[in-house]
């Protein structure tokens, strides 16, 4: 069995960092999708494909996957470019703040 390591990135829609830490470990589909002619949902016959085990660490995710003779695709996650200014937007109305605030 083959399957993906990776660290998640955060949402579009949040300024946050929830939820990006840990590792998650999802395995490789074996068969394509096939569409059921009546309805038209897609189905596949492999549930491996509907496991995803999360880690706390990359070390304990690469330990599960060697204990269990999984195959391992792992993806460096990239990180996050550092904010270019400081502080954030009640910086704005600071009281020591050096330039006068317009509008």
């Known amino acids: 069995m083959r399957a993906r390591l990776y660290q998640p990135a955060k949402t579009a829609m949040s300024s946050g960092q929830a ?3 840990g590792w998650v470990l999802e395995f490789v589909p074996q068969t ?3 569409v059921d002619p ?3 949902w897609t189905s596949s016959r492999d549930t491996q494909a509907q496991v995803r085990m ?3 660490t990359r070390e304990a995710a690469e330990g599960y996957a ?5 195959e391992l695709v792992a ?8 904010n270019v200014r400081a502080g954030g937007y009640g910086e704005n109305f600071a009281t020591g703040r050096r330039g006068s605030w317009t509008h």
């Not at 060697?66 to 999984?70: I, Q």
């Not at 993806?75 to 550092?82: E, S």
């Open 38 to 40: 009546l309805m038209g």
């Open 75 to 82: 993806k460096d996650p990239r990180r996050r470019a550092p």
């Open 54 to 56: 999360s880690f706390d």
């Open 32 to 34: 394509a999708r096939e």
């Open 19 to 21: 939820r990006t830490r």
């Open 66 to 70: 060697e204990a269990h003779g999984v």
